[in-house]
């Protein structure tokens, strides 16, 4: 299981899964101090999902390493949660944008 | 005299093995391919988005240096180093879609650890130097002998 290559080309991401855990934790801090201004509530949420959905991608590299058994499905799992992340964060600030074109319209 | 091997039916899912006496590299090969394109997927799926991710960060970076916003250059160079390893990471993932080989794929998922580093670097030096910057103006408010206006004064000149 040492020599597949899969393993081997998925080790960068694998042994750095630590960085993916903080990651979330920043996110979860970010939201934390959203909660706390008076309209933060959905930027709050957006953050809270971010982090939840990078701790899910930890988790699956955690797996992947614990339960060698489980094949690459772990490490899928990973990568989508990884690349919807991006999408998210995509989202984030397309939302932003819009939000500033409205109110420079509106103002 | 013994007998024959009784012959082994394939399981479902089980890839199918090399006739006897040749060597399984054709099959392995292209097992192999297909499950670096499948890890790839993800990535490549969004592509678009994440391209555009970067060159809409790569812009805002830009566009502060036009400005002359040098106050936010250290943050922009920081910004613009994980957006190019970002990018690398997509380009290894195209490399990896396109031969099927898992050197690719590693070099993606090296680009993509270092996009998660400078980020986390980037984030928790930002709340580091809020925290701090907002520790000195209290300071000074409370222990400088400065009032909100007398502040606002010499912030004014």
Known sequence: MVDDPIRLAMAPLIQNRGWIRALAVLHFVLGGFMVLTVVGGLVAAYFFWVGAVLIQAARALDRAVQVPAAGDAPLELAMERLAFHFLLQVGFLMGCAGLALLWRLLM | ?157
């Not at chain 2, 520790?135 to 912030?155: C, D, F, I, K, Y």
């Open chain 2, 1 to 157: 005299m013994p007998s024959p091997p009784l012959p082994r039916f394939r399981r479902p899912g089980e890839p199918p093995r090399p006739p006897a006496g040749l060597p399984p590299t054709l099959p392995a090969r292209a097992e192999l391919s297909l499950r670096v394109r499948r890890l790839a997927a993800p990535f490549l799926a969004r592509q678009g988005w994440i391209l555009g991710f970067c060159a809409a960060g790569a812009l805002q970076s830009l566009y502060d240096l036009v400005r002359g916003n040098w106050a936010s250059l250290v943050l922009d160079a920081t910004i613009v180093a994980a957006l190019v390893s970002l990018w690398r990471a997509m380009w290894a993932f195209r490399q990896t879609a396109v031969t099927g080989q898992a050197l690719p794929l590693a070099r993606a998922t090296a680009h993509l650890v270092k996009y998660v580093r400078f980020t986390v670097v980037l984030g928790f030096g930002t709340l580091t130097l809020m925290a701090v910057l907002t520790g000195v103006l209290v300071w000074v408010l409370s222990h400088g002998g400065m009032g909100p206006a007398a502040l606002q004064a010499w912030a004014h000149g």
